[in-house]
T-cell receptor
Framework: SQQGEEDPQALSIQEGENATMNCSYK?????LQWYRQNSGRGLVHLIL?????REKHSGRLRVTLDTSKKSSSLLITASRAADTASYFC???????????FGKGNQVVVIP | KAGVTQTPRYLIKTRGQQVTLSCSPI?????VSWYQQTPGQGLQFLFE???????NKGNFPGRFSGRQFSNSRSEMNVSTLELGDSALYLC??????????FGPGTRLTVL
């Protein structure tokens, strides 16, 4: 089955710095998405990148996708204390709502 | 539009009991998916319903079941609860394959 897997990083950064997280997956995908979760609450969708896209921006977020390496990265620029959360990547097969999530990256932004 | 709602938010049960969780999707969304989140296994797909039919199913035992009603509201049921069923159960709705919108989750504790 498809699976998104983040590098097992726990990031602790100062407010204003950039945070980068990586994700790798095993099989062909249709989309790759990034979600944020605060303190065991629901997931908030951040950004979706399609398999034929290489880079996408949304506000302070930048996502890249390298299908040849089956990997993606999420960059958060100029981090804020409110960015403190766990970040998950998720992949899905074509026409399928069955998301496969990675283990998540814990990011702590120190004010 | 109102977001995805889940009830109850917290639940405490004892081993052997059964439990029913409810999810109301965003208005107009016909797809509802369920996920289980635990510290050990992470986020795992349970099943997806679309137009009252189960469209995808994850690798969970038959004790986990679900259904969807004509108004797209969905319920999941876990019978004969085990300690390992303690988890955050997340429901997500979507308009089509791709971005999923998650509810706040139901925290189930099995004693």
């Amino acid at each position: 089955s498809q699976q998104g897997e983040e590098d097992p990083q726990a990031l602790s950064i100062q407010e204003g710095e950039n945070a980068t997280m990586n994700c790798s997956y095993k099989t062909s995908i249709n989309n790759l998405q990034w979600y944020r979760q605060n303190s065991g609450r629901g997931l908030v969708h951040l950004i979706l990148i399609r398999s034929n896209e290489r880079e996408k921006h949304s506000g302070r977020l930048r996502v890249t996708l390298d299908t040849s390496k089956k990997s993606s990265s999420l960059l958060i620029t100029a981090s804020r204390a409110a960015d403190t959360a766990s970040y998950f990547c998720a992949t899905d097969a074509r026409g399928n709502n069955r998301l496969a999530f990675g283990k998540g990256n814990q990011v702590v932004v120190i004010p | 539009k109102a977001g995805v709602t889940q009830t109850p938010r917290y639940l405490i049960k004892t081993r052997g009991q059964q439990v029913t969780l409810s999810c109301s999707p965003i208005s107009g969304h016909r797809s509802v998916s369920w996920y289980q989140q635990t510290p050990g296994q992470g986020l795992q797909f349970l099943f997806e319903y679309f137009s009252e039919t189960q469209r995808n199913k994850g690798n969970f035992p038959g004790r986990f079941s679900g259904r969807q009603f004509s108004n797209s509201r969905s319920e999941m049921n876990v019978s004969t609860l085990e300690l390992g069923d303690s988890a955050l159960y997340l429901c997500a709705s979507s308009l089509k394959a791709g971005t999923q919108y998650f509810g706040p989750g139901t925290r189930l504790t099995v004693l």
